[in-house]
């Protein structure tokens, strides 16, 4: 299946599925339903359509996190060791014990911290036979007590007491982006990036990204849809024409839940819903459109490259001053997706600290917190939340957050907090 635009209109005729009926059911037909408070959805050639108009803003909930963590593992004595110096690639709370499970790209080993903060136990270690890590570049939970651990060219799931129950098959190799897992671990969701093929000096392009799943029972792989991933810019480097990135590039995003994917390409407050068997079956927008480029971007990209050329000025080349490359006119509408176990979807606006380059994690540390979006599983706005830009969230468990930390030596520390808001329990 591939993704087709024209005139805006979706023209793929599929399956609405159960999101289609449940929201037009608690939303879309609802008596006495006010537009200018609740979101519109219709139906788009059998696609459901939820739009959160801009005044849905005054009405949503207001979520902060309790700046006080309520666990936190990797400092000195939190484990009952010396720490573990961490180099994180994700982490997740297990629903129902609490454990913090933590992908310590360092080690090449996962960390199970139980609900006190102690590590009960560690899962992988480099290697290249079962049960070992060729690598650790993404953690991905799944049902019954299970994980996916993306170690380049390969992926293995595990159980959280450690022991190995897949291997992705030997011709599975020339796959690298593991970008997630079905909810009942049984397929394993790929991205294969293909670059533009026209490269010129100046030219910008999008790279198209085509997502498949791939069954761990029979080995098929199953093309999804084909998606553009990222912008790229036509530039010579060092004397060598090729694809770079530049500031304020747009690049997408996308997560799982269940058999079901959600991408955006960041262009706009948009995304879609594509599910594993039925395709396109809806799209969410929400009321935050890309905004322009401000001098005060100009002024934190001006930062951000001045402070990374100190530190190392032979990366010159790669980061020149934004006069001389290519900048848009608009940020990225979006920067990062995370959803729940329920569906809840947490969409970042692209954060100032970034300044267009984002290098180093001093560049977060005194400017102001970052906004997300909050949308339930039927797409409307229900909360906007504001999150300390020094705080990098790394899953959402519900009231729970789990996030990556950095103490003044820049060691990282994974940390759990608790969200709180009007009108709730947290």
């Known amino acids: 299946m591939r993704r087709r635009l024209h005139g805006g209109g979706y023209l793929r005729l599929i399956s609405r599925g159960v999101l289609v009926a449940w929201s037009l059911v608690h939303y879309g037909c609802s008596p006495g339903h006010d537009p200018s408070r609740g979101p519109e959805v219709f139906d788009s050639s059998g696609i459901t359509v939820v739009v959160n108009p801009p005044a849905m803003a005054s009405t949503m909930e207001r979520w902060e996190l309790n700046p006080d963590p309520i666990l936190e593992v990797g ?11 961490f180099q994180v690639v994700g982490a997740f709370m297990v629903e129902g014990s609490r454990e913090v499970v933590v992908g310590n790209k360092g080690t090449s080993e996962v960390l199970v911290f139980d609900s006190s903060g102690v590590l009960a136990r560690r899962i992988g270690g480099y290697g290249q036979g079962p049960g070992e890590l060729e690598g650790l570049y993404g953690l991905h939970p799944c049902s019954g ?60 392009e999008s790279w198209d990204g085509t997502f498949l799943w791939g069954d761990l029972v029979t080995g098929e792989r199953t093309e999804l849809t084909t998606f553009p991933v990222f912008q790229t810019l036509g530039r010579e480097v060092n004397g060598v024409l090729q694809w ?39 799209v969410f927008r929400w009321p935050s459109p890309p905004t322009a480029i401000t001098a005060a971007d100009r002024a934190q990209n001006v930062r951000v490259r001045t402070t990374k050329l100190a530190e190392d000025p032979s990366r010159a080349p790669y980061i020149p001053p934004s006069e001389e490359i290519f900048v848009p006119e608009l940020k990225p509408a979006l920067w990062e997706m995370l959803i729940d176990r329920s569906g809840t979807l947490w969409v970042q606006e692209y954060p100032f600290w970034y300044g267009g380059w984002g290098f180093g994690w001093a560049n977060r540390i005194g400017v102001a917190p ?46 759990v907090y608790r969200l709180q808001g009007p009108g709730s329990e947290r």
């Open 145 to 204: 007590g299970q994980f996916m651990v993306h170690e380049g060219r390969r992926a293995s799931v595990f159980t959280l007491e450690g022991d190995l129950v897949w291997v992705t098959p030997p011709e599975w190799r020339d796959m690298f982006n593991f970008e997630g897992i079905s909810l009942d671990c049984s397929s394993v969701l790929f991205m294969v990036p293909t670059p533009p093929s026209d490269l010129r000096p100046g030219r910008v």
């Open 75 to 85: 400092s000195e004595g939190a484990t009952g060791e010396d720490g573990i110096l």
């Open 370 to 415: 970052v906004n997300w979006t909050v949308l339930d599983p039927a797409g409307r706005a229900i909360a906007a939340a504001a999150v300390p830009a020094d705080i990098e969230i790394l899953s959402v468990h519900g009231e729970n957050i789990v996030a990556l930390w950095r103490d003044s030596l820049m060691v990282e520390h994974v940390r």
């Open 244 to 282: 770079v990135s530049f500031p304020w590039w747009r690049r997408a995003r996308w997560v799982v839940a269940g058999d079901r994917v959600l991408l955006a390409t960041g262009e706009k407050a948009e995304v879609e819903v594509w599910d594993r068997r039925n395709g396109l079956v809806g």
